[in-house]
């Protein structure tokens, strides 16, 4: 049998596999292993780790921490120590790799100047505290997925990353359930019998419109698992859900020919349907681990629901549609997968055009939903109209766009539920183009004929040790333990929360057996259309993303980057290995201890470098981390302790001068302690100057500090801001108010002598 030139021929590259490896090499496969690891290890973590909610807010079963303690949930310094440990982790990745092809070179290239570019954003914006975060997330996810594409150059450690993944969908599943059918009907409960301390906490007045949106959210018991919102977790069980299709599919059908023979005694080899029989009509091996991943994917789906997630329900039938109509059709895209992808991109291009011209004609889509996003949109055009270059810093959009909004547009949100949007309005267009370019660049790599030759027998794989997996889980759990331990020193929460660890990395460790067990199964043309099926459930995040989150930073992000980063074509692999000759496409591969390679290395280094040196600078000009004060808030104000709350508050606006949350405590307290807060109120009027309720609650007291003259301009105003909303919306005064305000405007001009 003939090899291509440089190639090795199978049975001798198993043979060497055997032999003693140099110290070099040994080193080299050690780092790799412990970077692949480290780097899924940082990404099940913050999956399952609560997050905190931005001002100190409460979701979920958080709530029950309103008068307690609360716990321990991870913080800006987490986030932040975790990236550079991604980062270090990858440092150690592009040193253990034996080759590095040009493509991952101006991959890396262009991820390192996108960060420089949000970085230079971060100097400029109101809270650069939320912007140093958001620099470091971004990247976080970016350099994770490049750096897994990097190691996954064997079918080993592809086995390895599906095996993870398998487990974290068990883990998120157990969550989902466990949270619909135990830990939503206790939260509610709670809830409805500490409504004042919780509104008391969040600083919501009676009638406060935000108080009715937050009941009916908590209401709807919308499944959120580890995640703040219900569109997070839906987004991650898209991938994670893909994978265990087909890999479970495959394992009800064996081609006997692909397959090494087993021994007479235990399996017939029979070829009506192309499957394998087993004699006396026993069970074939390889349904013993297909059933329970056919199962977990049927339980993905269940929690899928209970998100309540439209749009994440349509993703998931086309991405399954998607995959199915590919495989049946998978000699024409391989012979035509690049004409697909012009074809599909064309699609994507004609379908946001045809989007924007309605809603530039309409002044609006056709939903109520996409009416919202149209909205959030045209607020972050008018934002980035006036910061066109760096735009205002990244998880700063919702500081500004109260102040960007259009006058009928009723909710005030975080982000614009668009990444695109969101990078062009909070780290400018280059910062947008050069995301769009690195998304387009990763899903065409993705499509790339692998170097080995798909059509030749698999090779015998076996089990990656459990022990490593249980290791991992282990290891996972400890620090998900530690991360989420509560403040107080209750041995029931502790108790509670150490058993929930343990059930969690028990089923972490079963999704890891079988997903491990399962993959030797498959021969290696199907192993590649598990991993294309990684990146169609990429592809389905992102076109879910363009209208209902903002993947660029957060852990659903790094999810995306670390699956699309999986799902590239190996330059090299254990069944077949490759030397430099041998490449992609024609990509060609370069030494790692080359030139470009060392130049790399060396751009990184530096990345790091100036990371660590200004980033203690920075935060040395701050006030520390607001997350602490926000805690002494949330204790301050369950103890009635006004002192104490005003000193954090105060710590708090430091940091983020623009939030109306915290400028709106700032001036309840200063009311309840007979001071006048008109600095502030003005200050917040500026902030927000669509939102009617806001200037009503000011101008119907004289509390506030406002001049008669002011009190009226404001009720006139907001007025004519609540004519301008869409009628039916929540934050719409209703006529009783509008007759109370037209009494108060009334009363005021009357009694001072200023006419209507």
């Given amino acids: 049998m003939k090899h291509a030139r440089g190639a090795v021929n199978p049975e001798t590259a198993r043979s060497m596999s055997g032999r003693m490896l140099l110290p070099r090499q040994r080193m080299q496969t050690i780092v790799s292993w412990a970077a692949l690891a480290g780097l899924l290890l940082i990404l099940c973590i913050r999956l399952t780790t609560n997050e905190p909610i931005e001002d100190g807010a409460f979701s979920g079963s958080a709530i029950a921490t309103v008068t307690a303690g609360g716990y321990s949930n991870p913080g800006p310094r987490e986030i932040l120590t975790l990236a550079v440990g991604t980062l270090l982790l990858t440092c150690g990745a592009l040193w253990a790799a034996g080759r590095v092809t040009m493509q991952r070179i101006g991959q890396l290239g262009l991820i390192v100047l996108l960060a420089g570019w949000a970085t230079a954003s971060a100097v400029q914006a109101s809270n ?3 912007a140093i975060t958001g620099v470091f997330d971004m990247t976080m996810g ?114 006997p020919d692909t397959v ?19 004699a006396g009509g026993e069970i074939p091996p390889e349904v013993v681990p297909g059933i329970p991943i056919l199962l977990l994917f049927f339980a993905s ?38 004409l697909v992808a012009g074809l599909v991109m064309l699609m994507i291009a004609a379908a946001s055009c045809a989007m924007v011209s309605w809603g530039l004609l309409r002044h609006g889509l056709p939903t109520k939903d996409l009416l919202y996003r149209w909205q959030y949109w045209t607020g972050a055009v008018r934002m980035t109209e006036h910061r066109p270059l760096l735009g ?87 620090m998900q333990v530690m991360i989420t331990a509560p403040e107080s020193k209750s041995a029931g929460e502790w108790n509670f929360l150490f058993i929930q660890g343990i059930c969690f990395a028990a089923v972490a460790f079963l999704g890891m057996v079988l997903a491990n067990d399962a993959w030797r199964h498959l021969n290696v043309p199907q192993r590649r259309v598990v991993m294309l099926s990684l990146a169609l459930g990429a592809a389905g995040m ?105 000193r954090a508050v105060d710590h708090v606006l430091q940091c983020k001068p623009r939030s109306e949350v915290w400028l709106g405590r700032k001036i309840g307290l200063l009311m309840a302690s007979g001071k006048n807060p008109r600095r502030y109120v003005l200050r917040l009027l500026l902030i927000n100057i669509t939102n009617p309720r806001v200037r009503i609650g000011f101008a119907m007291t004289s509390r506030a500090g406002l001049t008669v003259s002011e009190r009226i301009a404001q009720l006139k105003l907001a007025l004519q801001l609540n004519s301008d909303l869409p009628p039916h919306e929540l934050t719409r005064l ?13 009363v005021l001009s009357r009694r001072h002598g200023i006419g209507k």
């Fill in 142 to 255: 970016l350099i994770a997925g490049w750096a897994v594409a990097q190691l996954c150059t064997t079918d080993r450690r592809r086995q390895f990353v599906i095996s993870i993944l398998a487990g974290l969908l068990a883990v998120i599943c157990a969550k989902g359930f466990y949270q619909k059918y135990f830990e939503l009907p206790e939260t509610l409960r709670y809830f409805q019998q500490h409504k004042a301390a919780f509104f008391r906490q969040m600083g919501w007045g009676k009638g406060d419109p935000s108080i009715l949106l937050f009941e009916s959210r908590i209401k709807s018991q919308a499944v959120t698992g580890f995640l703040i919102l219900s569109d997070a977790l839906a987004e991650v069980i898209l991938p994670l859900s893909l994978i265990c299709l087909p890999l479970a599919l495959f394992l009800f059908r064996r081609r």
């Fill in 260 to 278: 090494p023979p087993a021994p007479e005694k235990e399996t017939t080899r029979g070829r009506t349907g192309g499957r394998i029989s087993a």
């Fill in 392 to 478: 205002v810093g990244l998880n700063n959009f919702g500081y500004y766009y109260t102040h960007y909004k259009l006058p009928n547009a009723p909710e005030d949100v975080k982000d614009p539920h668009n990444p695109i949007v969101r990078l062009a309005s909070e780290a400018g267009l280059p910062a947008a183009a050069m995301w769009i370019a690195l998304v387009l660049w990763t899903f065409l790599s993705a499509i790339r004929k692998p170097v080995v030759n798909t059509r030749q027998p698999a090779a015998k794989t076996g089990l990656i040790p459990p022990a490593w997996l249980g290791g991992f889980a282990g290891i996972w759990w400890i």
């Fill in 128 to 130: 650069r505290f939320a």
């Fill in 542 to 646: 992102c076109l879910y993303d363009q209208i209902n989150l903002a993947l660029v930073t957060g852990p659903v992000a790094m999810l995306f980057w670390v699956c699309l980063g999986a799902a590239q074509p190996q330059t090299a692999d254990s069944i077949a290995p490759v030397d430099s000759t041998q490449a992609a496409d024609g990509d060609r591969i370069v030494p790692a201890r080359g030139q470009k390679a060392g130049a790399a290395l060396l751009t990184m280094g530096a990345a790091v470098g100036i990371f660590a040196v200004w980033l203690p600078a920075e935060t040395g000009r701050l006030a520390i981390d607001p997350a602490i004060w926000q805690k002494a808030y949330a204790v301050a104000a369950a103890d009635h302790n006004p002192q104490a709350a005003m």
């Fill in 301 to 338: 789906l269940a929690v899928l629901v209970f998100t309540l997630s439209k749009g994440g329900v349509a993703a998931e039938v086309i991405c399954i549609i998607t995959l199915a109509t590919g495989y049946l059709n998978r000699q024409f895209l391989q012979n035509k997968r690049w």
């Fill in 734 to 746: 209703t006529p009783v108010e509008i007759a109370q305000i037209n009494h108060e405007i009334k």
